[in-house]
């Protein structure tokens, strides 16, 4: 059936390093669309990144992910983490106008 | 961006009592979409709507019942609110499409039931 896995529940990471959260999908679809929604201490989730595009790289905000189809993967990276990156993170595919969600990651930096 | 409203923002309930939660949504989007999300849980859908007068079952619609009586606004309804009710509630829209169906979120609400 159709799913998204993000592995991690927990990623701490020292600010000024980089940042690697990992999702990985099963899907029965040819065309699919993969998100990265970020949500904030006490605010609602919003969207971070979008790609419906094979290898194509996305970026917004110093994040930036991949879609590869071949891997089944759109891992979430950014090269120097910062303490406003602390959050949680959710990666989603849609599925017949819906999103079909990972479990999230929370992404602690420390100073 | 879709702006999408809820209310109220807090909410305290009687167990067994009726819980009505309201969400609009003014760009005009054709799909809606209720969450609740709970820690160890993360997002998951309650019910959901194609527009308006339209409204269907989620993964988790047992206890809830949902209703669209117009494209802007989208309600949740506890007709019998169980302490196991108790968390926070999203609700979302998007414009629909075969692909890239972006969901835009309202700011939620949260729900305790005692």
């Known amino acids: 059936g159709d799913s998204v896995t993000q592995t991690e529940g927990l990623v701490t990471v020292t600010e000024g390093l980089p940042v690697k959260l990992n999702c990985t999908y099963q899907?029965?679809?040819?065309?699919?669309?993969f998100f990265w929604y970020v949500q904030y201490l006490n605010e609602a989730p919003q969207v971070l990144l979008k790609?419906?595009?094979d290898n194509k790289r996305t970026e917004h905000q110093g994040f930036h992910a991949t879609l590869h189809k071949s891997s089944s993967s759109f891992h979430l990276q950014k090269s120097s983490a910062q303490l406003s990156d602390s959050a949680l993170y959710y990666c989603?595919?849609?599925?017949?106008?819906?999103?079909?969600w990972g479990s999230g990651t929370k992404l602690i930096i420390k100073p | 961006e879709a702006a999408v409203t809820q209310s109220p923002r807090n909410k305290v309930a009687v167990t067994g009592g009726k819980v009505t939660l309201s969400c609009n949504q003014t760009?005009?989007?054709?799909?809606m979409y209720w969450y609740r999300q709970d820690t160890g849980h993360g997002l998951r859908l309650i019910h959901y709507?194609?527009?308006?007068?339209?409204?269907e079952k989620g993964d988790i619609p047992d206890g809830y019942k949902a209703s669209r009586p117009s494209q802007e606004n989208f309600s949740l309804i506890l007709e019998l609110a169980t302490p196991s009710q108790t968390s926070v509630y999203f609700c979302?829209?998007?414009?629909?499409?075969?692909?890239?169906?972006?969901?835009?979120f309202g700011p939620g609400t949260r729900l305790l039931v005692l």
């Open positions: 709507s194609y527009g308006a007068g339209s409204t």
């Open positions: 979302a829209s998007g414009a629909g499409g075969e692909d890239q169906d972006t969901q835009y």
């Open positions: 760009n005009n989007h054709n799909n």
């Open positions: 899907t029965t679809y040819l065309t699919i669309a």
């Open positions: 989603a595919r849609d599925s017949n106008y819906q999103l079909i």
């Open positions: 790609s419906s595009t």
